[in-house]
């Protein structure tokens, strides 16, 4: 429902700082077929999964909401910055 796709995104917006109600409408987009997803992992812990196009784009898994690869290239802001070891900064600054 539009309702539930509304209050999915309100709760990305709220849990993810630097994401706008434009990048969620870019993950969402409004003219899209919605999907909705549940999984029991062989631990028996409960996974949903919500897609929209039938791409996967957001999971929740114990009240927590994360981003798939495919979210994250469409908006990176996820994600804004990430730790590394030491020398993999290193080797890549030594490659450019």
Not at 3 to 15: E, G, I, P, T, Y
Not at 59 to 68: A, M
């Amino acid at each position: 429902k539009g309702s539930d796709v509304k209050k999915l995104k309100a709760r990305l917006v709220k849990q993810f700082k630097l994401l706008t109600e434009a990048d969620t409408t870019l993950i969402f987009p409004n003219k899209s077929s919605y999907n909705l997803l549940v999984i029991i992992t062989h631990a028996e812990q409960q996974v949903t999964v919500y897609g929209a196009d039938k791409r996967p784009m957001i999971f929740e898994f114990e009240e927590r909401l994360y981003p798939t690869v495919y979210a994250m290239w469409i908006t990176p802001k996820f994600i804004p910055h990430f730790c590394t070891h030491p020398n993999v900064s290193f080797q890549f600054n030594l490659m450019i």
